[in-house]
């Protein structure tokens, strides 16, 4: 495996990812930000943050397999959400935690949180990109 998830001596530990990733692999795979839209280009959970969420994860891990990886290549997320405020962050988690049972993995690489005004189209809640490395 590319990527060693780990939590430093000093910085906090926070349950839902990892302070710092470590990469040793080659191949660099950018994943552009994924919203909720099925295969079709239809927005899945309108008006349901967690379904988004869990659409979000779903989009992003299969662009990894596109590329031949997966979650646990993944070095860094940004996560993007309309209107964020900390009340919100249940059905975040809710949506990380879907997704994680349907893909079966723990998916906890660094990410960085970004409230934002609007996304592409007016039903987008949430934008999720990432950043991963493949042996």
């Known amino acids: 495996m590319a990527v060693t998830l780990v939590n430093p001596t000093g910085l906090p530990e926070v349950p ?4 710092v990733s470590v990469a040793a692999g080659s191949k660099l ?8 839209w099925d295969a079709d280009g239809v927005t899945v959970g309108e008006g349901d943050l967690a379904a988004q969420v869990e659409r979000c994860y779903l989009n992003v ?14 070095a860094k997320l940004t996560v993007y959400v309309v209107d964020w405020t900390p009340d919100k962050m249940p059905l975040l ?3 990380v ?3 994680a049972a349907k893909l ?3 998916p906890v690489p660094p990410a960085s ?4 005004a609007a996304l592409d189209v ?9 950043t991963a490395v493949l042996d």
């Open 122 to 130: 007016p039903e987008h809640l949430v934008e999720i990109e990432a």
């Open 29 to 36: 795979v950018f994943v552009a930000g994924q919203v909720a």
């Open 16 to 19: 839902v990812y990892r302070q």
């Open 93 to 95: 988690l809710e949506g």
């Open 61 to 74: 891990a299969t662009a990894l397999a596109g590329a031949g990886g997966s979650f646990a290549d993944v």
């Open 104 to 106: 079966g993995v723990t």
């Open 97 to 99: 935690a879907r997704a």
């Open 113 to 116: 949180l970004l409230g934002v």
